[in-house]
């Protein structure tokens, strides 16, 4: 196979992660240093926790969905943790009228991906990142007791974005790297910026329940958004991994896994 094929698609299939299938990249043989999600702390038939953190009502479902949909049927448990409640996305209505709408939509997409909705009370488009809600943040998916934490790549156009995918590194930090942690991505090209992705994951097969995640969020205009901007972005980084539809993610590893520069 043409190594820099398989160098390039570190491609997560179903079970090796806990997600049911073999990890390995579908262009080439696994070798040592392709990475594997959750290497640390899957053992064979262990139950995962995953924590998928977002700043709004929306963003994890719209951004890795299809691979929170893959972790709940395979029997880990799921939470997203929502910075935010959305409050400021209609200036139509008052901050704790949509604070309510979006609460809800959110409970309703949870349950189709069979997962756990937890708030963490910061105000849409006034997220903060500072010592203290570093600190309640970080209590927050710690009481989780997460293997995998998911978050927001912090280089965005969105402030709240930027803040939730700083406030989950800051966790990691903090819990002396006790679980991975992947950054997934949101609005490529309008929004998430320079996002090179480490992993893929199919989500051929649990597309159309994403999909029913993301039109919970009926105040989001779903429909637009999704084949505007969702349905293109699914469809190329399948083109990348080789199969109908995918996400891609960015690994952030620990000192020790971090690759090193071929031939020095």
């Not at 849409?124 to 500072?130: C, F, R, S």
């Not at 998911?150 to 930090?173: E, K, S, Y």
Request: charged content about 25%; hydrophobic content about 40%.
């Amino acid at each position: 196979m043409d190594e820099n094929k398989s160098a390039r698609r570190n491609f997560i299939k179903l079970s090796a992660m806990g997600l049911g299938g073999v990890a390995v990249a579908p262009l080439g043989s696994r070798t040592k240093e392709t990475p594997i999600l959750n290497a640390s702390a899957n053992t064979a038939g262990k139950k995962l926790n995953i924590v998928c953190v977002g700043a709004h009502p929306g963003d994890p479902e719209f951004g890795c969905g299809g691979t929170m949909a893959k972790y709940s049927d395979a029997g880990h448990a799921v939470t997203f943790l929502y910075i935010t409640r959305g409050e400021a996305s209609d200036p139509s209505k008052t901050f704790a009228e949509m604070a309510a709408l979006r609460t809800k939509e959110a409970e309703v997409s949870c349950k189709v991906l069979n997962a756990k909705p937890v708030f963490a009370g910061q105000i849409d488009g006034n997220t903060e990142l500072n010592k203290q809600k570093s600190e309640e943040a970080t209590k927050l998916i710690s009481s989780e007791k997460p293997d995998i934490v998911f978050t927001q790549w912090p280089v965005d156009a969105h402030p709240d974005h930027q803040v939730t995918g700083l406030l989950a590194l800051t966790a990691w930090v903090k819990s002396g790297q006790q679980f991975d942690l992947y950054f997934y991505e949101v609005n490529t090209g309008v929004e998430t910026m320079a996002f090179t992705p480490t992993d893929f994951v199919d989500i051929t097969d649990v597309r159309d329940r994403k999909k029913a995640a993301m039109f919970a969020h009926k105040t989001q205009s779903p429909e637009e958004t999704y084949n505007s901007y969702f349905k293109p972005l699914e469809d190329f980084r399948g083109l990348q991994a080789s199969v109908k539809a995918a996400e891609a993610f960015i690994h952030f590893k620990a000192k020790a896994d971090r690759a090193s520069i071929i031939g020095l």
